[in-house]
């Protein structure tokens, strides 16, 4: 089996995607403090044809060596902006009409593998701290909790794997609306 070459995936130039339209999804991290995952966040956020992403609190901006070295230059076709809280990023986004999903393990969580976009809708997906999670108040302002189901010993897996997984659930539930 022959691999594809780059030019046989036909990728867009950073100005092209910019030019492109993206999916109405939007990811806010909340206090995210590895600049690795927020790297890797940014490549994910690429990858998916993410509308924007939000970067909050203790959050990390770029330009930084470190983001760079996982978003691989991400961080420059992806569309972001930096939020002193979470909460001003949520307000923004309940202003503009995006339901608030945040990944995070409570009573009334959703099942990712259960969660389907519905046709019309914006959604933002919401993933907290790589400690603490999300922070409480910013949980008790969402409108939706998706929960990753996990059969092993920890508790949670690491933040930018699950966002990756809970943004492949919202965008591929899109593909079929």
Not at 11 to 38: G, W
Request: net charge negative.
């Amino acid at each position: 089996m022959e691999k594809k070459t780059i030019w046989d995936l036909q990728r867009p130039s950073v100005e092209e995607f910019k030019q492109q339209t993206k999916r109405p999804i939007v990811v806010v991290l909340d206090n995210i403090r590895s600049l690795n995952n927020v790297g890797s966040v940014f490549r994910s956020c690429d990858a998916m044809g993410v509308s924007r992403l939000c970067l909050c609190g203790i959050t990390a901006v770029p330009p930084s060596p470190e983001i760079h070295k996982t978003a691989l230059g991400a961080e420059d076709s992806v569309e972001w902006r930096y939020y002193p809280t979470t909460l001003e990023a949520l307000e923004e986004l309940h202003r503009e009409g995006y339901v608030i999903c945040t990944l995070e393990q409570v009573k009334e969580s959703t099942p990712l593998h259960l969660f389907k976009a519905e046709r019309g809708k914006k959604y933002a997906i919401v993933v907290g701290h790589e400690v603490n999670g999300v922070d409480p108040e910013v949980v008790n302002h969402s409108d939706v909790w998706l929960e990753i189901p996990q059969e092993g010993t920890k508790h949670s897996l690491n933040v930018s794997v699950s966002l990756g997984m809970a943004l492949w659930q919202v965008y591929s539930s899109m593909l079929t609306i």
